[in-house]
């Protein structure tokens, strides 16, 4: 600790901390720019000018720029000096020369960091007479928006780019006053985290491109805190509305998980919400059924049927146990193949034995060794590979202590370090973004990655510190598993292999047997993936043959494309042997289509739900707002209600969602004290507001309909208002809609949250971590049956190739690739096989084929992967038309006829 | 009077080869350089008070004794700054041209000082003659033996390497110049770091002046009190001094630091050519305050130029006449600066050309009276310690020192709504 002194106040503050952070965490008005709390401080902005004096005596001081100065012991300072505070007005006079008067058009308008500061510097009028220096904007693909002329030169966006997220095709260009921030030629960007650009960009030069098609300035959008739907880490995000429909997605703030970034499927996956395909009425057997007839028809099905559920691992805990409390624990399936949920139900039965512990991303940025046995976290985990990429920086920053480089200063830290990494090792069939990164890359088959895994296993077993033969890689390898101090090993389902989860399971415990505390992340292959799996379901496969034997005569499924999942003919042949298939989702999908009832689930921003991540982590998405289609209803609704046809009550509409969860602790063991993760009440005996209080258009926004002001709709069952009214405050983290502070309006308000500038969120409660609460609860002994070894092709004859699934960020997630932006960038789909397979077959990249998987024929492009061993063929993984296929698969290439 | 850096310097005849040099007692000082401890050489040039030449005037010795010494430290780098691109300056050009074995054998004694065994040159781009004589003499330091291999029973060894920039003002500030030579963008760096202990790739790096490092042979020969009984002043050793502008013969001199300011104009330069009167001089550069007719007896050393409100930046002067506008003067010195901001930070990359767009709408005669306060507030806001680097305050001291001394030909634009002079 130090003591300070600023403006003749004294505080207690913390050492090896920039002046900057520490006013800020402070509450005073310090303006900046250039400074990021995760992308640390280059002094370029010269925005946070302070004054420092030698001693109290000292009455003249010297300005100095607060983010580069320490904090030290008795220093003394002034915010509030009149030549410090007149030079940030002259700052901002001098950013203001170039940038147009364009507020009232520019997306960032009402939520502009720039705005803010320059508000606060008490700037206003202009000087400056001369013509402004203009810019070209370029094209940067359909998800970030380009307008140079707009820049003020913070540099941030090539320093988040660039230095934290290793992107490669956005850079500063051209010098003085003509500095320029794009890409070498237009195009689009290739890093899967350009997104951010819009939230660090503290102006309008990078916007979001999705939300300009619809736009709403943030002041105007009806917000709720929300969880990312599209990957297993559950990132932490703000979803917002206007007028029905779902305008953006921005980051939530949650310092153990994402941080201050989202990935970009996670930013822009949100479309398929406002897709023309969303389901909108009931629709029984080709025709819109609604009202009293709805419900007699229903119950009518439901009383002369014998019926199943099947779950999903994209709906929500809730959804999913009312499901199964409707049809019956025994009647509930997993949504998932065999293969799917044994490997899950084995991570659960690792991750549940408490032997390992399972990191948080926050955690896996602070590991000094990084291995990935079967994953790509940059497609399957995508804000995973951001944390890596922190992470191998680790090691060599251990090196700067010794020249007295604080942690903030970030350009001399990376100087410092120049290139050099932290070990970092991946096993994957194909390469990877990370591999750049890596101290040792293996591109092989899985059961070779898992045979490496083992072998290593085995290296540190045998204790190779204290082996006095020559070093092998594996051996090497060992030896720094051994002495790192928080190694991590990351897998997960992606290659859906057992072999893999496995090897990296014995390295854990070989540590674990050295007396090494290693990490292991597991990454799962849906938002839900892991909450699904405690439920204790069968699988598909099971379903098909009890549907043959039991005489099952109706199936309801639950927001789940089962042709994702499971192989479309036979899912035919399952339908067709069924006399009613009732499909709740989103959106028109190949099930619905089998569907003779559809009903109109809500989404993700219209009702709310609980998740389980990929480390146990129980978060609830809260709903954003009511559908103005009262046909539109939450699943876990529809479900209840269709329970209460069934058991013979009157339908409830308010029915709340609580007790689902209550229910769902009371009658499974293992969500036990599930509903302690968030508050349920609001602030100071009130709502909290979904609305910021300068929601606008309220009174006028339905008067072409009717000029009276519509009651606005009640939320009885969540904490929040759909409206403005309410307790405003700072609500408990996993109840924040939205950032906002006196002055400021931007994302940046999120340092107003924060205990400390950059730390965590104030006002956290206790969370809920289901494998934490593993190994005390009695795990169910059900047990999926575990696949010991998995085919290989050992003898390719000339045309049939073992298949590897590669996962995409674009595209191998369902929902996110139904939106407009995200479906543009999935690949097209691919057969890539390495360059002496391609010859062998005179197959040419680019070339048309068609390949035969089972029964069916796709049509494919060849691409070379040149890392491929011989005998296998990657294929992208669930991007249609190659969806359904049960793995371990092989495909036979079709000679095609011209 | 002494001239050790150019006594060799004719400009009539070509630059000493290797043989050349080494008869009139080239690299004897190397020679008895690595007969001694490394900390002694550093120790002695310190107490010489060699002051750097670039323009800062910091102790050369005691840049060095910063630089880590632990034999396990790794890779080090040593470089001569030759990117002379200060307006009004050409005294390295001089010294690569006329003798580039001097610095080369410079360098090596700084590098065997500091233990560095990689050095290089970072030259400016337009001195192609000095890149030519430099890659032979380089050339032929590597067969001598000089450079590549290890020398004498020290077993020390040096790699010299010739680095040509592409014409960025910045890449004279050190640390721009160091993001340069590793391929980055020529901006500067925070310090701290210090190069000496985060320079090249984050190695521990000496940075020195062409002049300075052609300085250190002899004081390695001749020792520091030869050095200090050199000069005039409390500044030890000769300065290279330039003048250019209207006066009768322009050019270069070697003279004892201190040479008072009229000696040079009068008795080197040869007065104001004839119709023409001196009104002020920029002494070290473009980036220094003027100086007038009142200050004409000052000492040309650091103290005494600094007391007259000046700086002996480079000690190359350029002489303003009365029949030049000094506004139009200013201005295009202004413009030189706006166009070198590197754009790393705001007040420089903004403000310089506001102040430069202002000087030119009071050369064309559209300048207001409040033009001139929002310039005043320019050279108080863009300075020291506000901007990043020393690129922007350094663009105000011609500008300030001109609106204090001619702030009549100012007002008379004004009011005149034109150019006096045009």
């Keep these: 600790m130090a003591q300070i002194h600023i403006d003749k106040e004294s505080y207690d503050v913390k050492n090896g901390k920039n002046l ?60 509030a000096d009149p030549e410090a505070s007149a030079f940030r007005s002259q700052n901002i006079e001098w950013l203001m020369t170039n940038h147009p008067h364009d507020c009232a058009v ?27 220096r203009t810019h070209h904007n370029q094209y940067l693909g359909p998800l970030v928006h380009h307008e140079m002329n707009r820049c003020i030169q913070c540099y941030r966006c090539v320093r988040f780019y660039k230095d934290y997220a290793g992107g490669k095709d956005l850079d500063v260009f051209a010098a003085h006053d ?38 709403t300035r943030k002041w105007d959008l009806t917000m709720a805190p929300s969880v990312c739907q599209h990957c297993s880490l559950g990132c932490n995000i703000i979803a917002g509305e206007r007028y029905g429909s779902l305008r953006s997605i921005t980051n939530r703030y949650h310092e153990a998980v994402n941080g201050y970034f989202l990935c970009d499927r996670g930013r822009y ?72 949920a044994d490997l899950l139900q084995r991570i659960l039965h690792m991750t549940h034995s408490g032997q390992i512990h399972q990191p948080s991303l926050q955690e896996i940025e602070q590991a000094d060794l990084v291995l990935i046995l079967g994953e790509d976290p940059t497609h399957s985990a995508p804000r995973m590979a951001l944390s890596i990429r922190q992470a191998v920086r680790n090691i060599p920053l251990q090196q700067t202590a010794s020249t007295h480089i604080p942690a903030w200063h970030d350009v001399a830290q990376r100087e ?56 092998t890689l594996l051996r090497n390898i060992a030896e720094a598993l051994l002495k790192a101090e928080r190694p991590l090993i990351v897998t997960g389902t992606s290659l859906i292999s057992h072999n893999i989860l496995e090897a990296a399971w014995a390295i854990a415990m070989a540590l674990k047997h050295q007396n090494k505390n290693a990490s292991l992340s597991f990454i799962l292959p849906s938002c839900n993936s892991a909450g699904l799996a405690y439920m204790e379901a069968e699988p598909l496969e099971v379903l098909m043959k009890s549907a043959k034997q039991n005489g099952i005569s109706g199936a309801i499924v639950l927001e789940n494309d089962l042709y994702r999942h499971y192989d479309a003919l036979e899912l035919d042949q399952f339908f067709e042997s069924l006399e009613d298939i009732i499909v709740l989702d989103h959106l028109e999908q190949p099930t619905t289509a089998q569907a003779t009832v559809t009903l109109p689930a809500a989404t993700f921003a219209e009702t709310s739900g609980t998740l389980v991540n990929n480390e146990g982590r129980v978060q609830s998405f809260y709903q954003v707002y009511m559908p103005k289609n009262e046909d539109i209803r939450p699943s876990w609704q529809w479900l209840t209600e269709l329970y209460q046809i069934k058991i013979g009550l009157t339908p409830d509409l308010l029915y709340p969602s609580t007790p689902l969860l209550e229910e769902l602790a009371a009658s499974l063991p293992q969500f036990a004290g599930i509903g302690a993760h968030a508050p349920t009440f609001g602030l100071n005996g009130q709502k909290i507001p979904r609305e910021p209080h300068r929601y606008s258009g309220r009174t006028a926004m339905l008067a072409h309909i009717a000029v009276s002001e519509p009651r606005p709709d009640q939320d009885e069952l969540s904490p929040f208002s759909f409206t403005m009214e309410g307790s405003r405050g700072f609500p408990p983290p996993p109840l924040t809609p939205y950032y906002w502070s006196p002055g400021w309006n931007s994302n940046q308000a999120l340092n107003k949250y924060q205990i400390e500038v950059g730390g965590a969120l104030a006002g956290r409660h206790a969370e809920v971590n289901l494998f934490a609460m593993a190994s005390t609860i009695p795990y169910p002994t059900k047990k999926g049956g575990v696949n010991q070894s998995q085919s290989v092709i050992q003898n390719a004859t000339t045309h049939t190739f073992e298949l590897l699934p590669i ?92 | 009077m002494e001239k ?73 780098y040593l470089i001569a700054n030759a990117d002379e691109m200060e307006p009004g300056t050409f005294k390295d050009r001089l010294l690569m041209e006329g003798n580039p074995h001097q610095l080369i054998e410079g360098m090596i004694i700084a590098a065997y000082a500091i233990q560095a065994n990689v050095s290089f040159i970072f030259l400016r781009w337009a001195y192609k003659k000095a890149a030519r004589l430099l890659e ?180 190359t002067m350029v002489v303003l006449d009365d029949r030049t506008c000094p506004v139009g003067f200013v201005h295009n010195l202004e413009h030189f600066f706006a166009q070198e901001s590197c754009g790393w930070c705001s007040p420089c990359r903004e403000g310089l050309p506001w102040t430069e767009k202002i000087l030119r709408s009071i050369e064309d005669g559209r300048g207001t009276i409040q033009d001139l306060e929002i310039l005043e507030q320019h050279t108080i806001q863009l300075g020291p310690g506000r901007t990043f680097c020393a690129l922007a305050p350094g663009a105000m001291e011609p500008l300030q020192s001109a609106l204090k001394y001619f702030r009549e030909d100012f007002e008379s634009h004004i009011s005149q709504k034109k150019c006096p002079w045009r």
């Design chain 1, 178 to 215: 003509h500095v320029y921030f794009g890409r070498a030629k237009e195009g689009i960007l290739e890093s899967e985290f350009s997104g951010n650009l819009a939230e660090v960009c503290p102006t309008g030069v990078f916007t979001d491109k999705t939300l300009h098609t619809h736009y």
């Design chain 1, 416 to 471: 410092y370090i120049q290139d050099t990494k932290g070990p970092l090792y991946i096993a994957y069939p194909v390469a990877s973004k990370l591999d750049e990164l890596a101290s040792y890359t293996l591109h092989d088959h899985p059961d070779v990655l898992a045979a490496f895994g083992f072998d290593l296993a085995q290296a540190i077993g045998d204790d190779p510190l204290g082996d006095q033969n020559e070093p």
């Design chain 2, 136 to 315: 032979q003499a380089i050339a032929e330091a590597y067969d001598a033996g000089y450079l590549g291999r290890p020398m004498g029973s020290t077993g020390y060894q040096l790699h010299l390497h010739l680095h040509t920039g592409v014409g960025r003002y910045i890449c004279g500030e050190e640390t721009a110049l160091l993001n340069a030579l590793e391929g980055k963008r020529a901006t500067p760096r925070l310090k701290p770091p210090f190069p000496q202990i985060s320079g090249l790739f984050g190695r521990p790096t000496i940075v020195n002046n062409v002049e300075t490092l052609c300085n250190v042979p002899h004081i390695v020969n001749n020792g520091p009190d030869w050095f200090k009984a050199l000069s005039n002043s409390g500044d030890a050793g000769t300065k290279l001094y330039g003048v250019s502008g209207r006066v009768k013969t322009p050019g270069i001199w070697e003279l004892p630091l201190g040479t008072p300011m009229d000696q040079l104009l009068e008795d080197h330069a040869g007065g104001m050519q004839d119709g023409y009167r001196f009104r002020g001089a920029l002494p070290g550069g473009a980036s220094t305050d003027f100086l007038v007719t009142e200050h004409l007896k000052i000492n040309l050393d650091y103290k005494s130029v600094a007391s007259a409100g000046s700086r002996l930046g480079t000690g």
């Design chain 1, 106 to 132: 520019c997306d960032e308008g009402g939520s502009c960091h720039l705005q803010d500061m320059t508000v606060m510097t008490g700037h206003a009028y202009r000087r400056f007479q001369y013509p402004k």
């Design chain 1, 20 to 79: 900057l952070e520490t006013c800020l965490s402070l509450g005073y008005q310090l303006p900046y720019f250039c400074w990021h709390p995760a992308l640390n401080s280059v002094g370029a902005c010269r925005q946070c000018a302070i004054k420092v004096f030698k001693d109290e005596k000292d009455t003249r001081g010297r300005i100095v720029m607060a983010c580069v100065e320490p904090v030290s012991d008795g220093l003394h300072l002034s915010v």
């Design chain 1, 269 to 340: 996956g949100y479309e398929f919400v406002n897709h023309p395909s969303r389901i909108q009425h009931p629709n029984v057997r080709g025709r819109q059924v609604s009202g009293k007839e709805l419900y007699t028809t229903l119950q009518d099905l439901l009383t002369s049927k014998n019926w199943i559920g099947v779950g999903s691992p994209r709906a929500s805990l809730e959804a999913n146990f009312a499901l199964r409390k409707l049809v019956g624990d025994q009647n509930f399936y997993q949504g998932v193949s065999k293969v799917e």
């Design chain 2, 4 to 76: 050790p850096l150019t006594q060799y310097i004719n400009p009539n005849r070509p630059a000493l080869h290797l043989k050349e040099y080494e008869r009139v007692g080239g690299y004897s000082a190397l020679r008895k350089a690595l007969t001694m401890a490394p900390k002694d050489i550093t120790n002695m040039v310190q107490e010489a008070d060699l002051k750097g030449r670039g323009g800062a005037g910091f102790n050369t010795g005691m840049k060095w004794s910063f630089v880590p010494m632990d034999p396990d430290i790794g890779t080090k």
């Design chain 1, 807 to 898: 996962t995409h960020i674009f595209g191998s997630e369902e929902l996110s690739g139904y939106g407009d932006a995200i479906s543009k960038l999935a690949p097209a789909p691919y057969f890539a096989i390495n360059k002496q397979e391609a010859s062998r077959l005179s197959l040419q990249p680019g070339v048309d084929i068609h390949l035969r998987i089972g029964k069916q024929t796709y049509p494919l492009t060849v691409q070379i992967g040149q890392e491929l061993p011989a005998g296998c063929a990657a294929i992208p993984y669930n991007i249609p038309p190659l969806t359904g296929i049960t793995w371990p698969a092989q495909g036979t290439l079709i000679p095609t006829t011209p």
